[in-house]
């Protein structure tokens, strides 16, 4: 049999549509096939990119015309304590087979990106944060340990006390350094499949960022949607939302609210338009004359229908809000989008945001949905994370806009660097390499490539965003 077969050509993308190669695409179902595939790359002159679900916004799960190891096969609980909370898990489970499977005992993942579709071992390679990262940090605090295949053909056991090395650069190495056979995580504890919430309306970015900063560590979750395409006096403007768990004994029904039924998204919007085919409705808005207008819209209702409003939601669609609309990045047509995030110290971050906003309207290319989230540090080897601020904006790319949209993406890249900020992989499809080098610092990059050396030897283990950002001189 020749390898790779060419029957295992697929084309595939990142999750906005915007990139895109073909590779070998192989799912193994067992660790033991991981290493054949690593005996056989090697010996054909292939190297191997890992991949999930595919959410990443980036190239992280792109390796065109290698190998691809699509690992969702690999999606067994192998232990589950509902006493301790404690789960050991194959790295294809996804965020949703993990709450299906522990919410009934009283457990939630205890971070969650804003989609339940990403694989656990997707989410480790990230290090991804959640809503709630002021408080509770990112995935990777609440991981005990984790066994992986490296390509240098040892299989190991991390956890943080007996290989700290291992454990941290694993976690955030973005698949470039080994590859997550098992995962050891530690849940949640909640008393409701209810979340307390709070959902106010701010008259501009400033303001905002004031409202959040006292409440980072005293709620549970806070997030703000940022309307960018308002200018002046209301550049900046939206909607916080502060949500927090309910205690034990606050919740009359929790045998229901916490039922998996209970946190199912519902099929259809108004019990008529199938949440299928939702997409194809948002589609006429999503250009720049449609945005501003759907972003007054939800802007004054938020003003004048919802100012204070507190209310219970479930877990689900507090979390996992974008879910509601199957597909919805296909609104933004052929092009698809790229999200663009960035992290920026709290000292700097509010100046930095309003002339980022500014200069994205200036140059007519606004973006469509912006998210600003406030963070908290970690000590993962190659974090995006700082004690300030994050502001993810989503751009529709075209064919005409691409050049365009990329040299806008400089010039932010520029900005953020001089307010001390930082980058995610997960998100990341613009920058280049000597970014790169500045914002992890040269000391990050020589242990990446120390553990790299060490782990991966004959560099395997290869993405599109190893080679655009990662493998060039330090
Ligand atoms: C709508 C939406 C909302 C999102 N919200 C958030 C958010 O709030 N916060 C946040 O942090 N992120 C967020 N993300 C990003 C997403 O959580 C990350 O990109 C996550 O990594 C996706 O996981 P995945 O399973 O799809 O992995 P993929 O995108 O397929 O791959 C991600 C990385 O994992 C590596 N990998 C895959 N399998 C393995 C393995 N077995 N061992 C080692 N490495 C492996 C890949 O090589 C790649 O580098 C969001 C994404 C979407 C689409």
Redesign the pocket.
């Known amino acids: 049999m020749p390898f790779p077969s060419l029957d295992r050509l697929s084309p595939l993308e990142n999750?906005g549509h915007s990139m895109g190669s073909p590779a070998f695409v192989y799912r193994p179902t067992r660790a033991e096939q991981i290493a054949e595939l690593f005996e056989s790359a090697s010996r054909c002159g292939y190297t191997i990119?890992?991949?999930?679900?595919?959410?990443?916004?980036?190239d992280?799960?792109l390796n065109g015309g290698h190998i691809v190891?699509d690992?969702r096969r690999?999606n067994r609980v192998l232990e589950w304590n509902p006493d301790t909370g404690v789960i050991k898990v194959e790295?294809?489970v996804?965020i949703q087979q993990l709450w299906q499977y522990t919410l009934e005992d009283g457990w939630w993942p205890p971070v969650?990106?804003?989609?339940m579709?990403?694989?656990?071992?997707?989410?480790?390679?990230?290090?991804?944060?959640?809503?709630n990262n002021c408080v509770a940090g990112?995935i990777g605090e609440h991981v005990l340990g984790f066994t992986?295949l490296l390509p240098n053909g040892d299989s190991i056991t991390c956890t943080p006390q007996t290989t700290p090395d291992l454990f941290y650069g694993?976690i955030s190495?973005?698949?470039?350094l080994?590859?997550?056979?098992s995962i050891t995580l530690k849940l949640k504890r909640i008393y409701s499949g209810n979340l307390w919430v709070h959902a106010w309306a701010s008259p501009n970015l400033r303001a905002m960022m004031s409202e959040m900063e006292p409440l980072k560590t005293e709620t549970d979750y806070l997030v703000g949607w940022v309307d960018s395409t308002a200018n002046g006096r209301a550049l900046g403007r939206g909607q916080v939302h502060a949500a927090d768990y309910l205690h034990e004994g606050d919740d009359s029904a929790p045998a229901q609210t916490l039922r998996v039924d209970y946190q199912t998204l519902p099929d259809t919007f108004f019990g008529l338009v199938p949440k299928s085919s939702l997409w194809q409705f948002m589609r006429p808005f999503m250009n720049n004359v449609g945005v501003p207008w759907v972003n007054i819209a939800k802007f004054l209702s938020s003003r004048f229908l919802s100012h204070h409003h507190h209310f219970l939601q479930s877990l689900v669609a507090f979390n996992f809000l974008?879910?509601y609309v199957p597909n919805w990045?296909r609104s933004y047509g052929r092009g698809g989008l790229i999200q663009y995030q960035s992290f920026i110290p709290k000292e700097t971050a509010s100046d930095a945001f309003v002339e980022m906003i500014a200069l994205t309207n200036r140059r007519g290319l606004p973006n469509y949905l912006s998210v600003l989230?406030r963070h908290r540090p970690d000590k993962f080897l190659l974090s995006h994370a700082v004690d300030g601020w994050s502001m993810a904006m989503d751009f529709r790319v075209t064919a005409g806009n691409r050049a365009k949209l990329q040299a806008l993406c400089d010039e932010l890249s520029e900005m953020v660097l001089q307010a001390g900020g930082r980058f995610?992989?997960?998100?990341d499809g613009t920058l280049r390499p000597e970014m790169a080098v500045l914002f992890l610092g040269v000391e990050a990059l020589r242990r990446f490539r120390e553990l790299k050396a060490q782990c991966d030897p004959q560099g395997l283990l290869q993405?599109e965003?190893y080679r655009r950002l990662l493998c060039g001189p330090a």
Do not use: Q, W
């Open positions: 999750f990119g890992l991949r999930g679900s595919g959410r990443s916004y980036s992280a799960a190891l690992i690999m790295p294809g996804t969650v990106p804003g989609t579709f990403p694989t656990l071992a997707g989410c480790l390679a990230m290090n991804i944060h959640g809503k990112t992986a694993l190495g973005a698949g470039l080994g590859v997550f056979t974008l879910d990045e989230k995610y992989f997960a998100k993405t965003l």
